[in-house]
């Protein structure tokens, strides 16, 4: 076995490949993964709900292999899912007290076609109470902590999948987005994220728990991977899309049906921006982007600092709030809907953003209607944009990760009180409004150490572009980078 096989930190693609040249057998890379999480999942506590079958499905994956049969393209290879998709044996809890003994009975789609690719499921990682948090904090198993400073949050609400991808503890986490949750803990952890277009990837299975109306939130979220390399992020999408008779809205075909192969950097033009009105950055963060695009200019990318005219970034804010607040709200009782509806502003700060959440949580169905109306012209705002350029370079959020803390607290910018929504998910939650493709790609380090990421977004549907542009950019900014001591 090959050092980079035997250090826990190859990709999924280098995994698969290996098992198939019969370099390392299913049942070395299981091991080798849960020698690792005994070693380092309890002080991270990411991998949370281990899967007992794992090592067996690993074992019949390498009897398949000796009689010739190859399950997929993943066959044999360790992954974990985000615990709020449902996998049948497992227990299903999405941090929500009332279903901590919830188990599933089904699979959720993207559980299936991981499986039916090949994979093994080594377990099931944290999130926060309902997925609602970009810290990492369940009222069920406890904290989980970044494993570049284990004082910090790895982000949320995918934070347990971030921590163990960054750590060696599994090379590919199946997550959910529906206001930065994959790529706020990607850029906190120094790992690769995709959320890909709305409706690309079914969400059959996620987050269907007892007492909750299953599908409640109709728009805004999305479904991805978290991994060590943009090939692994290319490689899972393609697992992972296409149709799907659980969600009628998936579409019935690919939109793409070829893979791009990597522009070459001159054919590529980048817009940028390293901060936007009302959504301050620290300098650190903003250096990053900066450095990144110079990277790219070097390198023979065409680089403009722009930002699109019409989009305005509170108003996408606002309306991500009044459209996630009647989503959630509809599924919510009503005392408890009037109890988030008042304390919104205590918790979460006086912002536009807020404002929007708690009017939502009203249950006012023109203002929903409306809201509906300004995400078109938003999309479409967007849309003309980005028809100019190959992505659109942002900082992922306003600061790395920070040290853990009470929910909702401002975080300090440079010496600025800033709201948490602001700080953490000004720069990713409107291109959940948009539905557009996101890539959440490490970049570089704080003066501290902590990594900090950019984000590439694309056209909407044009996820494969999208992902191509981001593998060639990742080659100029450089590797993924190991936490010390992992």
Avoid at 46 to 61: G, L, S
Avoid at 71 to 84: A, E, M, Q, Y
Avoid at 449 to 471: F, S, T, Y
């Amino acid at each position: 076995m090959s050092a980079d096989l035997g250090s826990g930190f190859a990709t999924a693609g280098e995994l698969a490949e290996a098992i198939r040249d019969r370099q390392i057998s299913a049942v070395e890379a299981h091991d080798l993964h849960a020698d690792r999480i005994a070693r380092f999942n309890p002080p991270l506590n990411a991998i949370v709900i281990p899967n007992p079958d794992a090592r067996a499905r690993a074992i019949a994956a390498d009897e398949a292999l000796a009689r010739g049969e190859l399950w997929g393209p993943l066959h044999g290879v360790p992954v974990t899912i985000k615990d709020i998709f449902d996998v049948r044996g497992l227990r299903n809890t999405a941090g929500y007290p009332p279903a901590k003994d919830n188990v599933s009975t089904t699979d959720a789609t993207v559980t299936a076609r991981m499986q039916g690719a090949g994979a093994v499921v080594l377990g099931k990682t944290n999130v926060p109470l309902l997925c609602y948090d970009w810290q990492c904090d369940s009222p069920i198993f406890g904290r989980s902590n970044n494993p570049w400073d284990v004082s910090r949050t790895p982000g949320g609400s995918t934070g347990g999948g971030a921590a163990a991808v960054a750590a060696g503890l599994s090379p590919l986490e199946v997550g959910s987005d529906a206001a930065g949750s994959i790529r706020i803990p990607s850029h906190f952890c120094g790992v690769y994220g995709l959320k890909p277009t709305e409706d690309r990837v079914s969400g059959a299975g996620h987050g269907e728990l007892p007492d909750r109306p299953p599908g409640g939130l109709r728009h805004l979220v999305s479904f991805g991977p978290l991994a060590r390399s943009v090939a692994d992020l290319r490689l899972a999408l393609a697992l992972l899309e296409g149709p799907d008779p659980r969600r009628v809205e998936v579409p019935p075909v690919p939109p793409v049906a070829r893979r791009p192969d990597l522009p070459r950097p001159e054919s590529m033009r980048i817009a940028w921006m390293d901060t936007l009105p009302h959504c301050p950055t620290s300098a650190e963060t903003a250096a990053v982007v900066l450095a990144a695009a110079q990277a790219l200019e070097t390198a023979g990318c065409r680089v403009e600092r722009v930002a699109p005219l019409h989009f305005e970034i509170e108003e996408a804010l606002a309306t991500w709030g009044e459209i996630n607040g009647f989503e959630m709200g509809a599924m919510t009782p009503a005392p408890i809907r009037l109890l988030i509806r008042n304390t919104t502003f205590l918790g979460l700060g006086r912002t536009r953003w807020t404002r929007g959440l708690r009017g939502g949580f009203g249950m006012n169905g023109p203002r929903y209607i409306k809201a509906l109306t300004t995400r078109e012209r938003l999309i479409a705002e967007l849309e003309a944009f980005l028809n100019g350029f190959d992505a659109w370079l942002l900082p992922v959020a306003a600061v790395p990760a920070f040290r853990h803390m009470r929910s909702g607290k401002s975080l300090d910018v440079d010496g600025t009180s800033v709201p948490y929504t602001t700080a953490v998910g000004s720069y990713a939650a409107p291109f959940n409004l948009t539905g557009s493709p996101a890539v959440s790609l490490p970049a570089g380090q704080s003066p501290e150490g902590l990594p900090i990421g950019v984000q590439l977004v694309g056209r909407r549907w044009d996820d494969d572009h999208l992902l191509a542009v981001a593998e060639r950019v990742a080659e100029i900014l450089g590797p993924f980078r190991r936490p010390p001591g992992y």
